[in-house]
C-alpha cells in the first residue's frame, strides 16, 4: 500500500522559517518525482513544488520562488521542503504527493493526509 | 500563472450525469494530454480519478470518464450517488516543469 505521511506543520510567526517532511512507504520511492501542494482555508489546490526522483531538478511554483528549498533524502524516503520568510497567505494544509508518469511529467498520484501550517502573529 | 478555469458548483439527481469542464490555455491544458482529475471529500486528501484526459487509475469506478479539445477539458459523472458529493479539481502540466490545478467544483447530490 502506498503511503505518504507528511510532518512539520504547526503555527508560526510570520518572517520564521519552516522544514516540512513526508515519508514515503509501499513503493520505490527512488524511483518517483515527488510534488507539494498546498490548500489554503476553504480554498482551492494550489500547485507547489516538485523534485526529480534522484534530487537533481526541482522546480518552484512562480508565486513562491526564492522563498522555497525543496530536497529529498532517498536514503530516509523522504522529501523536505523548506518555506522561508513565512506569510499570513502561506497559511494552508501542505500536502505531498508521489509523481507517476513518464520522466518529467509525471503527475501526481497518491497522496499524503497532509500537514496544517498556521502563520499568525 | 491563473488557475484553469472550472464552474464553481454543479448539481444532479442522483442517478443522472454531470459534466465538469476545465478551461485553459495552448500553454497548459493545450499543449499536452496531461490533464488529470482529482476528487476531494471533506477533510480528505485528494484522490486521482483521471490521468492524462481519459484514463483511469486502476479502482477507479467506470462512471467516471474525461475528454479534451483544444484548451478545454472535461469530466464526466454517469449514474450519480451520494458517494460522488465532493470537490472536484482539474490539474495540468504547464511546461517548464511546472503544474497548475484549476479552481475546484463543488458538486451536489440532490
Known amino acids: 500500500e502506498v503511503k505518504l505521511v507528511e510532518s512539520g506543520g504547526g503555527s508560526f510567526q510570520p518572517g520564521a522559517s519552516l522544514r516540512l517532511s513526508c515519508v514515503g512507504s509501499?513503493?520505490?520511492?527512488?524511483?518517483?518525482?515527488m510534488h507539494w501542494v498546498r490548500q489554503a482555508p476553504g480554498k482551492g489546490l494550489v500547485w507547489v513544488s516538485r523534485?526529480?526522483?534522484?534530487?537533481?531538478?526541482?522546480s518552484y511554483a512562480e508565486s513562491m520562488m526564492g522563498r522555497l528549498t525543496l530536497s529529498r533524502d532517498n536514503a530516509k524516503n523522504t522529501v523536505y521542503l523548506q518555506i522561508k520568510s513565512l506569510r499570513v497567505e502561506d497559511t494552508a494544509v501542505y500536502y505531498c504527493a508521489r509523481g507517476d508518469g513518464s520522466g518529467i511529467y509525471q503527475r501526481p498520484d497518491y497522496w499524503g493526509q497532509g500537514t496544517l501550517v498556521t502563520v499568525s502573529s | 500563472q491563473s488557475a484553469l478555469t472550472q464552474p464553481a458548483s454543479v448539481s444532479g439527481s442522483p442517478g443522472q450525469s454531470i459534466t465538469i469542464s476545465c478551461t485553459g490555455t495552448n500553454s497548459d491544458v493545450g499543449g499536452y494530454n496531461l490533464v488529470s482529475w482529482y476528487q476531494q471529500h471533506p477533510d480528505k486528501a485528494p484522490k486521482l480519478i483521471l490521468y492524462?484526459?481519459?484514463k483511469r487509475p486502476s479502482g477507479v469506478s467506470a462512471r467516471f470518464s474525461g475528454s479534451k479539445s483544444g484548451n478545454a477539458a472535461s469530466l464526466t459523472v454517469s449514474g450519480l450517488q451520494a458517494e460522488d458529493e465532493a470537490d472536484y479539481y482539474c490539474c495540468s502540466y504547464a511546461g517548464t516543469s511546472t503544474w497548475i490545478f484549476g479552481g475546484g467544483t463543488k458538486l451536489t447530490v440532490l
Open positions: 509501499g513503493f520505490s520511492f527512488s524511483d518517483h518525482w
Open positions: 523534485i526529480r526522483s534522484d534530487g537533481s531538478d526541482v
Open positions: 492524462e484526459a481519459t
